[in-house]
């Protein structure tokens, strides 16, 4: 099991209309591409108090 974000997950959230889909990992390559293009914006690196916030450019 991984804690990356991958493309299948990311196109269920979008579709699920979940806006901000969290990981506590780096997302695939795949994965940002398809947040891009749904809109939506990815919690990234979570630990503890810290997050990254990838958002929609």
Request: include cysteine.
């Amino acid at each position: 099991m991984t804690s990356r974000l991958s493309s299948e997950r990311d196109q269920k959230c979008a579709v699920a209309g979940i806006p901000v889909p969290r990981t506590v990992s780096a997302p695939t390559s795949a994965a940002v591409g398809l947040i891009k293009q749904a809109g939506i914006t990815l919690a990234a690196f979570i630990s503890g108090l810290s997050v990254i916030f990838i958002p929609v450019l």
